[in-house]
C-alpha cells in the first residue's frame, strides 16, 4: 500500500500526439526509488513509499476520447 506524496501539488500533463497522461504529485520530477508497470498499462513511481507520479498509456481509450 502506498500513499500519495502531496495532493496539494498535483499536475497534470497531456502528450496527445503519444497518447499519455503525465500526473505528478509534487512541484518537481522526483527521482525514483522503484516504479513498476501496473496489469493498466500505468508506470507508477515511488519515493520513500509514496506515489510521487504515474504515467498512463493510451489515456484516449480510457476515457472515450
Known sequence: E???ASI????????K???????NFGL????????????DNIV???????VVSLTVFEFSKRVNL
Do not use: H, M, P, S
Open 2 to 4: 502506498y500513499r500519495l
Open 44 to 50: 507508477v513511481r515511488i519515493k520513500n513509499g509514496q
Open 28 to 39: 518537481d520530477i522526483e527521482d525514483a526509488d522503484e516504479e513498476f508497470l501496473t496489469d
Open 8 to 15: 496539494d501539488r498535483i499536475w497534470f500533463e497531456y502528450d
Open 17 to 23: 500526439q503519444n497518447d499519455i497522461l503525465y500526473i
